[in-house]
């Protein structure tokens, strides 16, 4: 048996090969029209660790006559790259997979693009951060497909490890393992939808069982304990990372405690305290407001016992915090209201202030009309406790409104004062 991982070996040798991902390369497709005809379109291909970007590119290459090259933009220099123009005008047309593409710097960009852009160069380039963001715009507009690739699916990877197990070339198919279709499944589901995970486990759990008569008879014990020691789903400051964390605060505004529950976990077990913290005490002001203000609170009580804490029991408070805010009444009108505020400086919505609201605490501020400020405190006091109606905003924006209540749990109670106070207002 080769030395290579059984993950490398597996990799699909064309695109007929290729184990989910229907909607990018499958049969129907576009794609996979023109790389039966022998076209191959410059692409990027976007999406985690493991889900077959490489393979894919791969297997794109096996199934046309081209000649193929493959690079990697954190390893490699400008020699590199002027190489594999040389060999553009030598053959007159050849594949180049980059991948970590978002890692590429300019000046090899500006060697390689122009090759790009005349068709002499296919460059199909792999990343796992959001090309959008993270691509130079240059290579992003000559790359005519811009693919982002899914995770593969459970019954993806089971259908992955059967074909393992069988093929007799790459696999494992002339080895004896007695292996159960739970134990499959198990390996599959642990996969988390990375086919270089699955595969991994599955090799993992070959070399760790016992033999009898030749033949590796696979335990429960040894799947379930070597299952746990493959790794989460994410990638620490990474794009995905990002992805979890933005949908926690999307299953907490959404008050599904069980969808926030498994992100926290997810969030937790890639190791981003800081960041974990910081998004938690955000949506409780951004997410629950005024409907809830305690909860504000709340949440900073757990963020700063969690800090205090440490992992692993930094997750029971911001759990309790996650279980409150999900139940918690949601109102949005306090960051809806300073982001209107905020549009009217930026587009220079502005006015002077009012001169009764200037500063006046200086001598000669009457003789420059600072005078007229009604102080509330000296006045009646009514149902507000004395309140006095002036007005506050400047000429320009007076009937601007920026505060638009929610009528939420305790701030209803709020909405009902602002309505009664524009009401007295003449």
Known sequence: MSNEPLAYRMRPRNIDEIIGHEDIVGPTTNLYKMIKKGHVPSMLLYGPPGIGKTSLAFAIAGSVDTPFFALNATRAGKKDVEGIVGEAHFSGQVILFLDEIHRFNKLQQDTLLPHVENGSIILIGATTENPFHDVNPAIRSRCGEIKQLSRLTSDNLEQLVHQALKDDERGLGKIGINITEEQIQKIASAG?????????????????????????IVKDSVVDSLAKQIGVFGDKKGDQFYNLISALQKSIRGSDVN????????????????????????????????????????????????????????????????????LAEKSNSGISAIDAAIHDVHKGNAGEIPPHLRDAHYGGAAELGV????????????????????????????????????????????????????????
């Not at 991994?200 to 033999?211: A, P």
């Not at 955000?282 to 969690?306: M, N, W």
């Open 371 to 426: 005078v007229g400020y009604k102080y509330p405190h000296n006045t009646p006091v009514g149902t507000f406790g004395g309140w006095v109606d002036q007005q506050y905003l400047p000429d320009k924006l007076a009937k601007r409104e920026y505060y638009k209540p929610v009528h939420a749990g305790k701030e209803q109670r709020m909405a009902s004062i602002y309505d009664k106070l524009k009401s007295f207002k003449k």
């Open 192 to 216: 988390n939808g990375d086919a270089r995970k699955a595969l991994n486990l599955l090799e993992s759990v070959y070399y760790s069982s016992d033999e009898e008569d030749d033949v590796a």
């Open 259 to 326: 969808a926030a529950l498994y992100y926290l976990a997810n969030c937790l077990e890639n190791g981003d305290l800081v960041a974990v913290n910081r998004r938690l005490l955000v949506i409780s002001y951004e997410d629950i407001g005024l409907a809830d203000p305690a909860v504000g609170p709340h949440v900073l009580a757990a963020v700063q016992s969690a800090e205090r804490l440490g992992m692993p029991e930094a997750r029971i408070p911001l759990a309790q915090a996650v279980i409150e805010m999900c």
